[in-house]
């Protein structure tokens, strides 16, 4: 089977030995996102401007996959703290209307201290 690994300028550049994504002839698995601009700006403010700066980044990746929100069927988001789940429910329900499959969790430590990080697997 093959993949390839998929990279998108609109989103930003990994902060490890990672890819953005991989895609495979059946599904492209995305890495977390952190609220963080493709230009590496940090969103600061509320845990739903975090939240769209995540699904953002997603959406870019996607993007470039060929792919689409609409076409994700695994959403697996961490929290630093789940007192954030309403919040961050109120802005994901906005982008994921067709309810794909989803795991939260709350984590002790996220990268660079951030309060939210999402990945996902779609659909090519």
Not at 69 to 86: G, S
Request: aromatic residues 8%; charged residues 20%.
């Amino acid at each position: 089977m093959s993949a390839s690994i998929v990279y998108s300028k609109d989103a930003p550049f990994p902060l490890g030995p990672y890819s953005q994504a991989v895609k495979t002839p059946t599904a492209i698995y995305l890495s977390g996102q952190i609220p963080i601009t493709a230009d590496g700006k940090f969103i600061e403010g509320s845990i739903a401007e975090k939240t769209r700066q995540c699904i953002t980044n997603l959406k870019a990746v996607l993007t470039e996959a060929g792919s689409s929100i609409e076409k994700v069927v695994k959403v697996t988001i961490f929290l630093a703290d789940m007192d954030y789940f309403a919040e961050m429910n109120g802005e994901y329900e906005k982008w994921f209307i067709h309810k794909p499959a989803r795991s939260c969790v709350a984590v002790k430590t996220l990268p660079k201290n951030v309060d939210v990080e999402i990945e996902a697997i779609a659909l090519p």
